[in-house]
């Protein structure tokens, strides 16, 4: 199967733009952590998201990012195996930001890929829920049903960010900073909304946040 044209412009990013992509989803993503999430939590997602965005935009926050890296706790949690919980998606959004850290240090295609698969995932399985968790039969050579209306705004968010990219060209640091700049405004509005939806979501699975 043929990737779809945003995993296939991952595959022919620059490390910048490789940055730019992971930390735009870590941050969409992050919505997660800010309705779901502890305060102490969101201490730890916010400055690791600005030192992301910060390598992102070219600074030099090795050191800061590997130290953030560091303080993140992995350690299986109850619930973080299991969908129907809080603590699955937070788990998930919590791994984004960490990736978007380790991204910054060394970018690669493989962990930035994973990062869209990642979200990508998560709302559509908030789509399956908020549909009324209606199972769909796909026989084998017919083609996939479209994409759920979450899923299909996380990728309408991920060609804004490729959108950005300099096509080949060798990016100024000024360009750099820009695009940084905007795909970070064009995420925060979409983490913005899809908190709405995460609390739609929390509602119909009877969590108590």
Known sequence: MENSPELQAISNASTSELMLICTAAAERGASFCRTLGTSELLTWVDASL???????SGES??????????ELEMEPQEGEDDSSRPEFYLTQAVGLVGNALANSLRPSAAKTEMSINTIRSLLSMIDFKLGGERPMVVPYGTELPPPGPLAKMEIDAERRVISLFNQGEVASQDKVIASAVSARASSGEFATHLSRFIGEFSEISHWEI
């Open 61 to 70: 926050v090795q050191d800061e990012c590997a130290e953030a890296l560091d």
């Open 50 to 56: 600005e030192l992301a965005w910060a390598a992102a």
